[in-house]
């Protein structure tokens, strides 16, 4: 296999380093936190709110189409390129992964770890596959020279080095330049609280939506086998479905039930800001995860998924667009890019998109093929010249004729 060949190649220039105590309790245990919930990527998408952000990420990147797109020679705008190497690289990435499939796990990496990696397979330099790597079974170092190594760990434990031209790696928000901040560290007390909140309100159910009580008794002479064998037999019978049963009383033992606390009673409430914390950290609108709030302020669904677009997918794709042109294209500046195809239309209602259709028509900024093309039709015979509005045309023959009148 090409990969574990270049992996031995490269192992020669691998250095050990012994790894910290804090480095191997974070690794094994996750991040702790203030409410003594250790947190890792897997106890992080527990939180129902985190999940859901993360599938709104992933699965906005993985749904529209990646074009090639080069320059034209006039410098006025882009036309696609049909049959580079690199679109059908995009379209199939790997022999096992869909386009959809490869984005979408390269995102949902990106957002959980703040950094993914993929292996760039290259033949005779022609880059032939894309690899999605674990996350956390890569590390990215930066040397004094500026270059940037990764060391990557196989299945058995081995470390292997491999070069950054190898590399697509996409990283998040960064502080440091070569490494993105890794989100579940970030949100930890967020994320730890909200499952903190879900036990609790569990817990909370099982007793039958009540607090618990206190099982007490006068007489004397009760031992702590008595006491505990009560209690058994107590949270036995009557706790969860069971709650509504007859409690009989024996042994002198009476029951007090201990009064809900302002902090049981805000359970909902805080679950709710819980969420909006998330969303926060995630920089996805609540309502992308069926959050449903008071405060919407926006005048059209039109608008909210124009905001969600403008202001959480579209920093996304930029970077997806400019990494794939720094890693697999010409790099920035080159005549060629990588584009998502953005179709505002589909934020529109039918009756909005007919009539801007209609207007961009008539007004000749796009023909009615490009039109046909945009709604998934097929183009049609005499349909690929842009019309011109009859003012325009009318103004033209207006200029001929006066212009023949003058040589007459």
């Given at each position: 296999?090409?990969?574990?060949?270049?992996?031995?190649?490269?192992?020669?220039?691998?250095?050990?380093?012994?790894?910290?105590?804090r480095e191997l309790a974070s690794a094994l245990a996750g991040s702790e936190t203030k409410s003594g919930i250790f947190i890792t990527s897997q106890e992080a998408l527990r939180v129902s709110a985190f999940f859901a952000c993360?599938?709104?990420?992933?699965?906005?990147?993985?749904?529209?189409?990646?074009?090639?797109?080069?320059?034209?020679?006039?410098?006025?705008?882009?036309?696609?390129?049909?049959?580079?190497?690199?679109?059908?690289?995009?379209?199939?990435?790997?022999?096992?992964?869909?386009?959809?499939?490869?984005?979408?796990?390269?995102?949902?990496?990106?957002?959980?770890?703040?950094?993914?990696?993929?292996?760039?397979?290259?033949?005779?330099?022609?880059?032939?596959?894309?690899?999605?790597?674990?996350?956390?079974?890569?590390?990215?170092?930066?040397?004094?020279?500026?270059?940037?190594?990764?060391?990557?760990?196989?299945?058995?434990?081995?470390?292997?080095?491999?070069?950054?031209?190898?590399?697509?790696?996409?990283?998040?928000?960064?502080?440091?330049?070569?490494?993105?901040?890794?989100?579940?560290?970030?949100?930890?007390?967020?994320?730890?609280?909200?499952?903190?909140?879900?036990e609790s309100q569990a817990t909370l159910h099982a007793n039958g939506g009540r607090p618990a009580g206190i099982l007490s008794s006068e007489l004397p002479g009760v031992t702590a086998q008595t006491i505990e064998a009560v209690?058994?037999?107590?949270?036995?019978?009557?706790?969860?479905?069971?709650?509504?049963?007859?409690?009989?009383?024996?042994?002198?033992?009476?029951?007090?039930?201990?009064?809900?606390?302002?902090?049981?009673?805000?359970?909902?409430?805080?679950?709710?800001?819980?969420?909006?914390?998330?969303?926060?950290?995630?920089?996805?609108?609540?309502?992308?995860?069926?959050?449903?709030?008071?405060?919407?302020?926006?005048?059209?669904?039109?608008?909210?998924?124009?905001?969600?677009?403008?202001?959480?997918?579209?920093?996304?794709?930029?970077?997806?667009?400019?990494?794939?042109?720094?890693?697999?294209?010409?790099?920035?500046?080159?005549?060629?890019?990588?584009?998502?195809?953005?179709?505002?239309?589909?934020?529109?209602?039918?009756?909005?998109?007919?009539?801007?259709?209609?207007?961009?028509?008539?007004?000749?900024?796009?023909?009615?093929?490009?039109?046909?093309?945009?709604?998934?039709?097929?183009?049609?015979?005499?349909?690929?010249?842009?019309?011109?509005?009859?003012?325009?045309?009318?103004?033209?023959?207006?200029?001929?004729?006066?212009?023949?009148?003058?040589?007459?």
């Amino acid at each position: 296999m090409w990969l574990p060949r270049m992996l031995r190649r490269k192992a020669a220039a691998v250095t050990e380093r012994r790894i910290t105590v804090r480095e191997l309790a974070s690794a094994l245990a996750g991040s702790e936190t203030k409410s003594g919930i250790f947190i890792t990527s897997q106890e992080a998408l527990r939180v129902s709110a985190f999940f859901a952000c993360a599938r709104v990420l992933a699965n906005g990147i993985a749904t529209p189409r990646i074009r090639i797109m080069r320059e034209r020679d006039d410098g006025r705008g882009f036309e696609p390129v049909h049959n580079h190497p690199i679109a059908r690289l995009l379209k199939r990435p790997n022999p096992w992964q869909t386009s959809f499939e490869f984005r979408q796990m390269m995102e949902a990496h990106l957002v959980i770890y703040g950094n993914a990696y993929a292996f760039i397979n290259r033949v005779d330099g022609e880059a032939v596959e894309l690899l999605p790597l674990l996350t956390p079974q890569v590390s990215v170092e930066q040397r004094s020279d500026y270059t940037l190594v990764y060391r990557v760990t196989n299945l058995a434990g081995k470390n292997f080095v491999l070069p950054a031209e190898n590399l697509l790696h996409l990283r998040d928000m960064t502080l440091d330049g070569f490494r993105g901040s890794d989100t579940v560290k970030l949100a930890r007390e967020v994320l730890a609280l909200s499952i903190g909140l879900e036990e609790s309100q569990a817990t909370l159910h099982a007793n039958g939506g009540r607090p618990a009580g206190i099982l007490s008794s006068e007489l004397p002479g009760v031992t702590a086998q008595t006491i505990e064998a009560v209690r058994q037999a107590w949270q036995t019978a009557f706790s969860g479905a069971r709650r509504n049963g007859v409690a009989v009383m024996d042994a002198g033992f009476k029951f007090t039930a201990m009064a809900m606390t302002a902090v049981d009673a805000q359970h909902l409430e805080t679950r709710r800001f819980q969420i909006e914390e998330v969303c926060r950290y995630m920089n996805v609108f609540p309502q992308m995860i069926m959050h449903t709030v008071n405060t919407t302020t926006f005048a059209s669904a039109e608008a909210f998924f124009v905001a969600h677009d403008h202001h959480t997918m579209a920093p996304r794709r930029r970077l997806w667009e400019e990494k794939i042109d720094a890693a697999l294209l010409d790099g920035p500046g080159g005549a060629l890019e990588a584009r998502f195809e953005w179709q505002p239309m589909l934020y529109m209602s039918a009756r909005d998109r007919a009539m801007l259709a209609r207007t961009e028509i008539e007004l000749g900024a796009i023909t009615r093929n490009e039109y046909r093309e945009a709604t998934g039709r097929p183009p049609l015979p005499g349909l690929d010249e842009p019309l011109t509005p009859l003012n325009m045309d009318r103004g033209k023959r207006n200029d001929d004729e006066k212009n023949e009148d003058q040589f007459a």
